[in-house]
């Protein structure tokens, strides 16, 4: 069974850090890797898809890692801006399936 | 192009009140699927359902759940004789097929409060 989990679960930081959100999960046999963002009240926005053959995947100020061997993604967003603050979410996917991790709520202080 | 629509955005029952959840999928799309939110956790598979078949339920409890994906209309969720601890936010995502790296599009969830 997939277990996926996301370290911390908050972050506040001032506007223009840089931020690092970490995910990891338990099975390596994964299709692929996606990070999400999610607005309150609102669904779930797609950001990144790493295929499992890849490394990494970039998007503006978003670029997300993908480790497979040791279990690990990694999202970078560079130069916080108020506009990030958010729920994250990892998840790993296998087949149509998708095992999300409980998320990190970022909160980017003007 | 409309995304993946739910309604209601919320939903009050009293324990043993039946609650139905709509899910319209994107215009292209015929794989649903349904994904429940509980409080500090993160999203859980619940049902996987083409267009009249259900294709992988094993998320899905076993008693008072049930889903549906008919060939007009949209998906629904329903869920009997619902319970305090039903509540939650219910996710419906669609993708256009089913392959190794097919995005799903999610939509805006729905609210379920059990008093």
């Known amino acids: 069974k997939q277990e996926v989990t996301q370290i911390p679960a908050a972050l506040s930081v001032p506007e223009g850090e840089n931020l690092v959100l970490n995910c990891s999960f338990t099975?390596?046999?994964?299709?692929?890797l996606q990070w999400f963002r999610q607005d309150p009240g609102k669904g779930l926005t797609s950001l990144l898809l790493i295929q499992s053959s890849q490394r990494e995947q970039t998007s503006g100020r978003l670029n997300a890692s993908l480790d497979k061997s040791s279990g690990r993604s990694t999202l970078y967003i560079a130069a916080s801006q108020p506009g990030d603050s958010a729920t994250y979410l990892c998840a790993a996917g296998f087949d149509y399936k998708l095992s999300f991790g409980a998320g990190t709520t970022v909160t980017v202080r003007a | 192009n409309a995304g993946v629509m739910q309604n209601p955005r919320h939903l009050v029952r009293r324990r043993g009140q039946e609650a139905r959840l709509r899910c319209s999928p994107m215009?292209?799309?015929?794989?649903v699927y349904w994904y429940r939110q509980l409080p500090e956790e993160g999203l859980k598979f619940m049902v996987y359902?083409?267009?009249?078949?259900?294709?992988?339920e094993s998320g899905m409890p076993k008693e008072r759940f049930s889903a549906e994906f008919p060939k007009e209309g949209p998906s629904i969720l329903r869920i009997q004789q619902v319970v305090r601890g039903d509540s939650a936010a219910y996710f419906c995502?669609?993708?256009?097929?089913?392959?190794?790296?097919?995005?799903?599009?999610f939509g805006s969830g729905t609210q379920l409060s059990v008093l």
């Open positions: 215009k292209g799309h015929s794989h």
């Open positions: 995502a669609s993708s256009r097929d089913r392959g190794r790296d097919e995005k799903l599009f």
């Open positions: 359902l083409q267009k009249e078949n259900i294709i992988d």
């Open positions: 099975d390596s046999a994964i299709y692929n």
